[in-house]
C-alpha cells in the first residue's frame, strides 16, 4: 500500500498523518491555538514542500513551510503575504496554497480574505499581489459571503501556465489566460438565488471549484444551491444536481486520474448546513454529473451533524486514489478504494477546517 501524507488544518493547529503499510499515525498540533485554514503540498520537489497558512489571533496570518515533511518549519523573516500601502488593505487570512503545475516550477498562488491572489515564484515563501485581478473593475461591487469576501480556490491548467482560474466569495469565477495580466468573468449559467438578477455576470457564491484529471477543458463547481459542470473550461456552466439529495454544499473535488470523477458532501440548506438527511455521506459521479451514487461503507449510521467544509475533501494521487474528508466535529475519514469503502482515522480533534494528502516515497 502507497505511503500517504495526510495534513488536517483545525481551529486550533495542523495534524499531519502518516500511513504506512495501512496504519494511520498522527503528531501535532503543529502551530498550536493557530487556525490552520490553507494547507498545500507541492510535490514538484524531490522532498514534497508542506506549506500552511497560519492565523494566530495575537501574530496575525503568516505562511510556514517545511521542507521534511512537517517535523521542522520555517517562517520568513518578512510577511510572505502582505499588501502593498496603496491598497489601503490588510492580510485577515490566507483561504489557498495552490502550487502551479511543472509548467511553471516554483510557482505557487495564495488565494486571500479581503479577496486576492498573490503570487509566489520561490515556492511560497514570497509573494506578491496580483494587481490585475484586485484592481478588477468589477471589484467595487463584490461583496462578502457568509465566511467573508476571499479568493479560495485556485486552479492552475497543466498545459498552459498563463491559464489561471480562480474562485471568489462572493463574487464569482474569474480567468486569466495571461498569466494574470486580464481577467474575466465565467460565470454564464450559475445561478444566484439570492440576487434579483439570477444568472448576473459576476456576483455569484461560488464554494469551490475542481479541474478534471483527464479533460482538462472540463471544471466542476459547487455553489451556493447548485452544483455545475463546464466543458469549456469555464466560459459557461451547465447544473448537474439533479439526483443529489441537496445541490446545497461546500467542496466538490475531482478524482485524480480518471475522467468524469468527482465527488461532494451534500448539506441539507445554507439555512441548515448540516449533512443532507443528517446522513454522513459523500456522493460520487463516475459519468461528470449525468448520476451520483451514494458512498457510505463505513461511515457513520443514525443521525450525524459533522459538516465538511469547502477545503475539507480531498483525493491523492495513489492508485487507485485515497479520499479524505474531515468535518466540523473533528472527525476524520478517508477511503483507499476510490470512495468505495471508508474508515474513521482520527476523532476528537478540533474543528476541521481543511485537508490536503499526498503519495509519498
Not at 520561490?122 to 485581478?133: A, H, K, S
Not at 466535529?329 to 476523532?347: C, H, P
Request: glycine letters at 12%; a negative charge.
Amino acid at each position: 500500500m502507497t505511503d500517504v501524507l495526510l495534513a488536517v488544518g483545525t481551529r486550533k493547529g495542523l495534524f499531519v498523518g502518516r500511513r504506512g503499510g495501512g496504519d494511520w499515525q498522527f503528531d501535532g498540533p503543529h502551530f498550536n491555538a493557530q487556525a490552520i485554514y490553507s494547507v498545500g503540498i507541492d510535490t514538484r520537489r524531490e522532498t514534497p514542500r508542506l506549506l500552511a497558512g497560519g492565523d494566530s489571533s495575537h501574530w496575525g496570518p503568516s505562511v510556514f513551510h517545511s521542507d521534511d515533511l512537517g517535523a521542522t518549519w520555517q517562517e520568513p523573516t518578512q510577511p510572505a503575504v502582505k499588501f502593498p500601502r496603496d491598497t489601503g488593505a490588510s492580510l485577515e487570512r490566507v483561504w489557498q496554497l495552490h502550487p502551479a503545475g511543472p509548467a511553471a516550477p516554483g510557482v505557487v498562488y495564495a488565494g486571500t480574505e479581503p479577496g486576492a491572489l498573490f503570487r509566489s515564484e520561490d515556492g511560497g515563501e514570497t509573494f506578491e499581489l496580483v494587481r490585475p485581478l484586485w484592481d478588477h473593475p468589477t471589484r467595487e461591487k463584490w461583496m462578502p459571503g457568509g465566511g467573508g469576501l476571499a479568493v479560495h480556490s485556485v486552479i492552475t491548467d497543466p498545459r498552459d501556465a498563463d491559464a489561471v482560474t480562480v474562485a471568489v466569495s462572493a463574487a464569482g469565477v474569474f480567468r486569466s489566460l495571461d498569466g494574470g495580466a486580464s481577467w474575466a468573468p465565467s460565470n454564464t449559467g450559475v445561478q444566484a438565488t439570492f440576487l434579483p438578477d439570477p444568472y448576473p455576470v459576476f456576483g455569484q457564491c461560488v464554494h469551490k471549484i475542481a479541474q478534471d484529471a483527464v479533460n482538462l477543458d472540463r471544471l466542476y463547481l459547487q455553489n451556493h444551491w447548485g452544483v455545475y459542470r463546464s466543458d469549456d473550461t469555464g466560459a459557461s456552466w451547465t447544473s448537474i444536481g439533479e439526483g443529489l439529495p441537496s445541490d446545497f454544499g461546500f467542496p466538490v473535488v475531482a478524482h485524480p486520474r480518471r475522467p468524469d470523477v468527482a465527488y461532494v458532501f451534500p448539506l441539507n440548506a445554507d439555512e441548515d448546513r448540516v449533512p443532507a438527511g443528517r446522513r454522513c455521506r459523500v456522493y460520487r459521479t463516475d459519468d461528470a454529473g449525468a448520476t451520483w451514487q451514494e458512498l457510505g461503507a463505513g461511515l457513520p449510521e443514525g443521525a450525524h451533524y459533522g459538516t465538511v467544509l469547502r477545503d475539507a475533501l480531498c483525493v491523492d494521487d495513489s492508485d487507485p486514489a485515497g479520499v479524505y474528508f474531515g468535518n466540523r466535529n473533528g472527525e476524520v475519514f478517508a477511503s483507499a478504494d476510490d470512495g468505495d469503502r471508508w474508515r474513521q482515522i482520527a476523532s476528537h480533534l478540533p474543528d476541521v477546517l481543511c485537508v490536503r494528502a499526498a503519495a509519498i516515497v
